[in-house]
T-cell receptor, first 109, second 115 residues
Framework: QKEVEQNSGPLSVPEGAIASLNCTYSDRGSQSFFWYRQYSGKSPELIMSIYSNGDKEDGRFTAQLNKASQYVSLLIRDSQPSDSATYLCAVLTDEKLTFGTGTRLTIIP | EAEVAQSPRYKITEKSQAVAFWCDPISGHATLYWYRQILGQGPELLVQFQDESVVDDSQLPKDRFSAERLKGVDSTLKIQPAELGDSAMYLC?????????????FGPGTRLTVL
């Protein structure tokens, strides 16, 4: 069983709509959760971090964490073509960061 | 804005040759990480430094890979000899310290192609 699982996509969303990206993790002891955005050929860029159950909002981005269900998600409101990228979920367990394989998101103009 | 610096950005080498990558973390960041990212996968940790000490190198193929951070600031990752399967993006990241609230920030990476 993979430690961090994401749907690889591609996920296609119309411009202006809400994009919803999901991630599940296997270790109940995981402490911190991160979303990175990675454009093709570029390095990962941190966009959100979340540490406790509930929602955390930053601009058009909302991260949601449910530790009981071992589930973390990222919502992107008012999706823009510039949001087209691969989104990596990363989970910190015992001070080690484990990444999912990423979900490729395409925003359709 | 403070950034992690890496060089070179691209490296093409032949198998059995030696290659080296350099990383300069964000100023003041005590923790430095080297990751390898194969196309279509997430980054995987190779080695973690806290200041000049290795904290975790359990996934570093030590028969061919070595890493050092002699003065606790910049770091070098070396591969000798390179193999075809080493073709990947090598990413350096840094964080202010360890613990659950320390975010990791990545440099631009070095794209390695082994022919």
């Amino acid at each position: 069983q993979k430690e961090v699982e994401q749907n690889s996509g591609p996920l296609s969303v119309p411009e202006g709509a809400i994009a919803s990206l999901n991630c599940t993790y296997s270790d109940r002891g995981s402490q911190s959760f991160f979303w990175y955005r990675q454009y093709s050929g570029k390095s990962p860029e941190l966009i959100m971090s979340i540490y406790s159950n509930g929602d955390k909002e930053d601009g058009r981005f909302t991260a949601q964490l449910n530790k009981a269900s071992q589930y973390v998600s990222l919502l992107i409101r008012d999706s823009q073509p510039s949001d087209s990228a691969t989104y990596l979920c990363a989970v910190l367990t015992d001070e080690k960061l484990t990444f999912g394989t990423g979900t490729r998101l395409t925003i359709i103009p | 804005e403070a950034e992690v610096a890496q060089s070179p950005r691209y490296k093409i080498t032949e198998k059995s040759q030696a290659v080296a990558f350099w990383c300069d973390p964000i100023s003041g960041h005590a923790t430095l990480y080297w990751y390898r990212q194969i196309l279509g996968q997430g980054p995987e940790l190779l080695v973690q430094f806290q200041d000049e000490s290795v904290v975790d190198d359990s996934q570093l193929p030590k028969d061919r890979f070595s890493a050092e951070r002699l003065k606790g600031v910049d770091s070098t990752l070396k591969i000798q000899p390179a193999e075809l399967g080493d073709s990947a993006m090598y990413l350096c990241a840094s964080s202010p310290g360890t613990g659950p609230f320390h975010e990791q920030f990545f440099g631009p990476g070095t794209r390695l192609t082994v022919l």
